[in-house]
């Protein structure tokens, strides 16, 4: 049996959790997020827990048992706390600005990058070059984050374009050039 499978999910206070069948619905200050279980497994919710269990011990069900029990943790804890994923922009000229729900990225092409954020995503942007994007979905904040940094992923380099606050770029060596008067002689 999951190690992880089998540790119950605590309900805090002001988090409404509801089990239609296979759907996991769960609801909270910062928003309501819903989960489809696949088949062989189930949820209960008794005395503020949440368990997440198997009908049967097929390969499938084994497998999905312990990431069903994490996904239900990481919506309970998005809807009370929410998550947050930080970028950050290297490069002469490279800024991004917040309109709306709309994050405008300068980013050395010929034209800037207009991208519309995902309904339950916001983003902040300080000093230009860094990013704060928050969301209660773990999933689609991630998602999000990595589609921005595709715009102008780093260079290897110079360590040019957007990259994770925490991510280390590593640094190539640039191409060795002759040394002064290292030519043939004729």
Do not use: C, W
Not at 22 to 31: A, L, S, T, W
Request: aromatic residues 4%; glycine residues 12%.
């Amino acid at each position: 049996m999951s190690r992880i499978g089998k540790k119950p999910i605590t309900i805090p206070a002001g988090v409404k959790v509801s089990i239609n069948s296979d759907v996991i619905k769960v609801e909270g200050p910062k928003g309501s997020l819903s989960h489809f279980l696949n088949t062989g497994l189930k949820a209960e919710v008794s005395h503020n827990e949440i368990k997440v269990t198997r009908n049967t011990d097929d390969k499938k069900a084994l497998m999905l048992h312990g990431l069903s029990r994490s996904l239900v943790a990481n919506m309970v804890k998005g809807v009370i706390e929410g998550f947050q994923r930080n970028l950050e922009i290297v490069g002469v000229g490279y800024r991004a600005e917040v309109q709306g729900n709309v994050l405008n990225l300068s980013l050395g092409y010929s034209h800037p990058i207009k991208y519309e954020l995902p309904k339950g995503i916001t983003a902040a942007v300080d000093k230009q070059t860094s990013i704060t994007l928050k969301g209660a979905d773990k999933q689609l904040l991630g998602q999000t984050a990595a589609e921005i940094r595709g715009f102008r992923i780093p260079d290897p380099y110079k360590g040019k374009g957007i990259k994770y606050t925490e991510e280390m770029i590593r640094r190539k060596a640039g191409k060795a050039g002759k040394a002064a008067g290292g030519g043939k002689a004729v």
